[in-house]
């Protein structure tokens, strides 16, 4: 029930962000998602006799969605892209460098590479995929992009849960997360594909009704959009969906090797805000890339 009430209160709020939000305010709510994210992580860190670097994982977490959010007010999707691709990759190449540099000044020397390692982590795992969703979110057509991809890691996610309770019987990973089965993995597959064909076959259409009903501040009406192939369409929805299971997986190890149950306990009936991001961490740089490519091909999504 704790599971249920949540989803209704957090669904609504995500999708007002994501269809209607300005991109800096965007920006400084998956910031702040990716702080809380990164702080579960470093106390998961804790687990593994860690002593993480906080202050300045939180501080250069901060300092990149800062930056994202004035690099994206360019005006074309080629700046857009190049402007959030320059500023994630300069951040992930001087972030390690950093945080040893802040290790030096430790009084135990033998925890700086640990500790930088666990930052690092941090960044790479929770704020960077994140920050591809407002990149994406920049683009024409990029907040259907994210509801896309939110459909799909749901029905991915809501399709594995029921069918693997209700006829669940043979173990995908029982060391590392005995709940889960080759069922449910398998529904998630089917559910996820299914959806997310729906959803961009149908594009334009979902979207002149959404824009109809203002939840949508403009239509692929006018829009220079192309729907893709069904075939590229499957297998997009096919990839992310392998992505998100996978992303689960990941978490469940974490917290396993950890020797505890939930990340956190932010969210009633879903644990941390990890539990409730994992699968969308590795989801997210399959939409970005796929995104990408298109705008780089076509000139526009």
């Not at 430790?106 to 407002?134: G, I």
């Not at 006829?167 to 559910?191: M, Y």
């Amino acid at each position: 029930m704790k599971r249920i009430a949540t989803a209704l209160v957090l669904i609504p709020v995500v999708l007002l962000l994501v269809l209607r939000a300005p991109v800096l305010v965007l920006a400084a709510v998956i910031g702040l998602v990716a702080v809380l994210g990164a702080r579960e992580l470093l106390a998961i860190a804790e687990h593994y006799n860690v002593q993480p670097m906080r202050g300045p994982t939180y501080a250069y977490i901060v300092a990149i969605y800062a930056c994202l959010g004035i690099a994206l007010t360019a005006q074309t999707q080629v700046m857009d892209i190049g402007w959030a691709l320059l500023t994630l990759l300069g951040a992930s190449t001087a972030a390690f460098f950093i945080f040893l540099a802040i290790g030096m000044a430790r009084s135990q020397l033998s925890t700086a590479y640990p500790a930088a390692a666990a930052s690092l982590a941090a960044l790479l795992y929770v704020a960077l995929p994140l920050a591809l969703l407002v990149a994406v979110r920049q683009l024409l057509a990029g907040e259907f992009l994210l509801l896309y991809l939110l459909l799909v890691v749901w029905a991915g996610d809501t399709s594995a849960y029921y069918t693997g309770r209700m006829i669940g019987r043979h173990k995908l990973a029982p060391r590392i997360s005995p709940g889960k089965t080759w069922e449910g993995a398998a529904a998630s597959f089917v559910g996820a594909t299914l959806v997310g064909w729906a959803v961009l076959a149908h594009a334009p259409q979902i979207s002149n009704w959404l824009f109809s009903a203002r939840l949508l501040a403009r239509s692929f009406a006018y829009l220079a959009y192309e729907p893709p192939r069904v075939i590229e369409i499957l297998v997009l929805s096919a990839c992310i969906n392998v992505a998100a299971q996978v992303g689960d997986l990941v978490e469940s190890l974490l917290k396993r090797g950890a020797g505890i149950k939930d990340s956190g306990a932010l969210l009633p009936g879903h644990g941390g805000m990890l539990d409730r991001i994992d699968a969308l961490l590795f989801a997210a740089p399959v939409l970005w890339y796929y995104a990408t490519l298109r705008v780089m091909w076509r000139g526009h999504i």
